[in-house]
């Protein structure tokens, strides 16, 4: 069972930057791909980036590349660095993980979630 908890969430103003974090539970091995998805209201969940268990693979949404940056933390989660948001980015952000396995980062499946942390992006 892994469990996950994000922080870092919050209100910035469109061109800010924000950084979230996600924990894993002691009890969670390194051996995971985590991702970030979110999920604005009345539409549905999209992914947003992806790192493998090492951090030496990436994948990201054609939305965020070059804005946005995935890594591996010491927490055994992931960190997600936002730059130059967007009004669109508004959203719950949450982060995933998923055994490693054979396959690419995205599309997947992932089997364990995080609560979410909400973004707020004001024009």
């Known amino acids: 069972q892994v469990q996950l908890v994000e922080s870092g969430g919050g209100l910035v103003q469109a061109g800010g930057s924000l950084r979230l974090s996600c924990a894993a539970s002691r009890r969670t091995s390194l051996s995971y791909n985590m991702a970030w998805f979110r999920q604005a209201p009345g539409k549905e969940r999209e992914f947003v980036a992806a790192i493998n268990w090492n951090g030496g693979n990436t994948a990201y949404a054609d939305s965020v590349k070059g804005r946005f940056t995935v890594s591996r933390n010491s927490a055994r989660g992931t960190d997600l660095q936002m730059n130059n948001l967007k009004p669109d980015d508004t959203a719950v952000y949450s982060c995933?993980?998923?055994?490693?396995?054979?396959?690419?980062?995205?599309?997947?499946?992932?089997?364990?979630w995080g609560q979410g942390t909400q973004v707020t992006v004001s024009s």
């Open positions: 995933a993980a998923d055994p490693v396995g054979s396959g690419p980062l995205w599309p997947r499946s992932y089997d364990y």
